[in-house]
């Protein structure tokens, strides 16, 4: 990695795979990175800022999952603007209004939740689901496509969906997944996707059903929902 703190792939497919938590969340760069060699899409990938409470670039230290540290001029420049030029570049590739960006942000949690579910988790999928008040960040045919896809390619890693205002649930204002949806009027479709460590430790094998879930995934995602009117 030449001792670079953000990795940035550059792909022809509409999909951007972010780890904010690489150095952190084990394998968590490393199937990112191979996912979206898989697929020829894009990927930002943090190699070397590791979570912290206070940005201290200095000292590798921020919460890439955090819009506020995003925000901040060096994480900026490392981690947000390479991000937010990729999602310009397919804006501008993308050829009927209803298409839009797919950003993956790809995390780790515990085992903890294969006792909390009794069942196997493979991956658990937030996209803004709230206590009191929901901010969606994903539309639900491109949500319910993913975990459609995912039980048949996945059979024995059970996939779930983060509760309203549960730790899973990529819901809170500061959270990464709640980005675009913020700054860039919803114009991207975009899932927080937790893989527990038990699936990550075998990260050839994860990859590898991630990476058949999201293009057969993408296959679908090429057609719009919205039929082109035919007026006589």
Request: charged share 25%; hydrophobic share 35%.
């Amino acid at each position: 990695m030449n001792n670079i703190r953000v990795d940035v792939i550059n792909g022809k497919k509409p999909i951007i795979l972010v780890a904010p938590h690489g150095s952190d969340d084990i394998s968590t760069a490393l199937i990112t990175e191979t996912v979206a060699q898989k697929l020829d899409a894009n990927a930002v990938i943090n190699y070397g800022f590791e979570r912290g409470e206070t940005p201290d670039p200095d000292n590798d230290i921020a919460d890439c999952n955090r819009i506020d540290h995003c925000q901040s001029p060096v994480v900026y420049e490392e981690f947000l603007k390479p991000l937010v030029k990729i999602k310009q570049n397919i804006d501008a590739s993308l050829k009927n209004f209803e298409q839009r960006a797919l950003v993956l942000f790809i995390h780790g949690c515990g085992d903890i939740v294969h006792k909390e579910t009794g069942e196997n988790v493979g991956v658990i999928v937030g996209y803004g689901l709230g206590g009191k008040k929901d901010s969606i960040t994903c539309r639900d045919w491109r949500k319910n496509a993913f975990v459609d896809i995912w039980r048949m390619h996945c059979k024995g890693h059970e996939i779930y969906e983060g509760s309203g205002s549960g730790r899973y649930a990529g819901r809170s204002s500061n959270n990464m997944n709640q980005y675009f949806k913020r700054y860039d009027h919803f114009d991207a479709d975009s899932l927080q996707l937790e893989f527990p460590l038990s699936f990550r430790s075998h990260p050839h094998l994860a990859s590898h059903l991630i990476a058949i879930t999201i293009e057969d995934m993408y296959s679908y995602l090429k057609y719009t929902r919205i039929p082109t009117k035919k007026l006589i």
